[in-house]
């Protein structure tokens, strides 16, 4: 297997059959392990893995888990540009995808715990993917955190993996986290927006000794607000007798 040739064809146009037989195909290798989908992935040429991205949308990212990229003579097409220019298209390709595939590998924690940590305040820009594990993963290597402040806001076009791109059931395994000594939560400028309400609901559900959150909803928000915090009313807490207020 390791010494073969392989190649990815996606073809715009196709009957139903094929479409159906494609489709067939994608769901068997979704249920295949992350090791074995890395290994199969890992023996394409770096340019054919990332074709695979058009597959459906739960494939778009796929390839980010190769853990070698090669960039080699057939990763570009041959063209009559000057030498110059061609490196230079090369090079800002090249640091695309390792931008890409850094975003798309944020480990679960860190190699090292911060005991001594009990404070965060920080910017999330919840359109991304990439941000939102990166602040879970800060969160699981800070056991002892008892204060947490978020701005939020939502920039799609900052975003490195855009969240509307990603399945929503793929999202929401990047949401679990225990904050165990979790004690106040203050979220600013955040609406309600579907994932942003899945951040609420984590932490919630997930803060045995939460005691307040206090959320401050964008400047005339008006009956958006209010709706939000009925919603909010009904989310199940760890601790029940945690308090939301609203802050104007």
């Known amino acids: 297997m390791m010494g073969g040739t392989y190649s990815v064809r996606v073809k715009k146009k196709s009957c139903c059959k094929t479409g159906s037989s494609a489709r067939a195909a994608t769901d068997i290798l979704d249920d295949l392990p992350d090791g074995i989908l890395e290994a199969i992935l890992g023996c394409l040429p770096l340019k054919e893995a990332a074709r695979t991205s058009v597959l459906s949308r739960e494939w778009r990212y796929k390839w980010f888990i190769i853990p070698k990229l090669v960039f080699n003579e057939n990763f570009m097409k041959p063209t009559s540009e000057d030498g110059l220019i061609k490196h230079l ?22 190699p090292t715990v911060y005991k001594h940590l009990e404070n965060i305040h920080l910017p999330i820009n919840v359109g991304d993917l990439s941000a ?117």
Do not use: W
Request: proline fraction near 5%; charge should be positive; aromatic fraction near 8%.
């Open 132 to 248: 939102i594990t990166a602040l879970f993963c800060l969160m699981r290597s800070t056991p002892y955190l008892q204060h947490l402040s978020l701005v939020v806001f939502y920039k799609e076009k900052d975003a490195a993996i855009p969240v509307k791109d990603i399945p929503e059931s793929d999202i929401n395994t990047h949401f679990h986290c225990s904050f165990n000594q979790l004690k106040t939560v203050k979220l600013c400028d955040i609406t309600q927006y579907k994932f942003n309400m899945l951040l609420i609901k984590s932490i919630l559900n997930n803060s045995p000794r939460l005691k307040t959150m206090s959320i401050k909803p964008p400047k005339n928000t008006g009956h958006n607000a209010f709706n939000m915090l009925i919603m909010l009313l009904r989310y199940k807490r760890a601790l029940v007798q945690a308090e939301i207020v609203f802050l104007e």
């Open 89 to 110: 298209k090369l090079v800002n390709v090249v640091d695309k995808v390792l931008f890409r595939h850094r975003v798309g590998k944020v480990p679960r924690s860190l």
